[in-house]
C-alpha cells in the first residue's frame, strides 16, 4: 500500500438506526472513485487518502456519534487477511468487542456535546496497616 493510499474500516454502532447496507450504499452514491465493500459491521473503504477522508467526512454526517472508523493495516483483499482464502480472523475479536463498545462511546460523544461535566470519582486511600491490624483484632474478640 503506498502513502497515498488508506484503507479504513467503517464501524457502525449496534444501537444505531444506519445499517452496513445504507452507508455502502450512501458512500457509492458519492460516486468517488474508491473501493468499497460492505461488512456485518459496516464497511471496508480504499483509495486515494484524501478521497477516503472526504468520503468518511460526509459518512459520519449520517450519525456523528455512532459511525466510528479506523485505519486497517492492509489492503482489501490482502492474503494476511482475506477471509477469501478461509484464513483465520485475525483482529477480529478486537473489532467485535470495540463495536459493543460503541454504544457507551456515543453516549459519552453525546453528553460532553450537551457540556456535561464528570464528576471526579473519590480515590480510593489504601489502608493503613496499623487500622487493619486493629479491624483484625477487633473482629478476633
Not at 493510499?5 to 455502502?24: C, F, W, Y
Not at 473503504?45 to 459511525?67: S, Y
Not at 483482529?91 to 459493543?100: A, R
Request: hydrophobic content about 35%.
Amino acid at each position: 500500500m503506498s502513502e497515498e493510499t488508506e484503507t479504513r474500516l467503517i464501524v457502525v454502532a449496534p444501537d444505531s438506526e444506519i445499517t452496513p447496507d445504507h452507508v455502502t450504499r450512501f458512500i457509492h452514491a458519492l460516486e468517488l472513485p474508491i473501493t468499497v465493500k460492505e461488512t456485518c459491521y459496516g464497511a471496508i473503504i480504499e483509495g486515494k487518502r484524501e478521497l477516503v477522508r472526504k468520503a468518511l467526512q460526509e459518512v459520519r454526517k449520517l450519525d456523528p456519534n455512532r459511525i466510528c472508523s479506523k485505519i486497517r493495516g492492509f489492503p482489501m483483499g490482502d492474503m494476511r487477511r482475506c477471509r477469501a482464502h478461509h484464513g483465520s480472523r485475525p483482529g477480529f475479536p478486537q473489532l467485535e468487542k470495540e463495536w459493543e463498545l460503541l454504544p457507551l462511546i456515543a453516549e459519552g460523544l453525546r453528553s460532553a456535546e450537551r457540556g456535561e461535566k464528570i464528576e471526579e470519582p473519590e480515590r480510593k486511600v489504601k489502608l493503613p496497616v496499623k487500622e487493619l491490624k486493629k479491624i483484625v483484632e477487633e473482629v478476633s474478640q
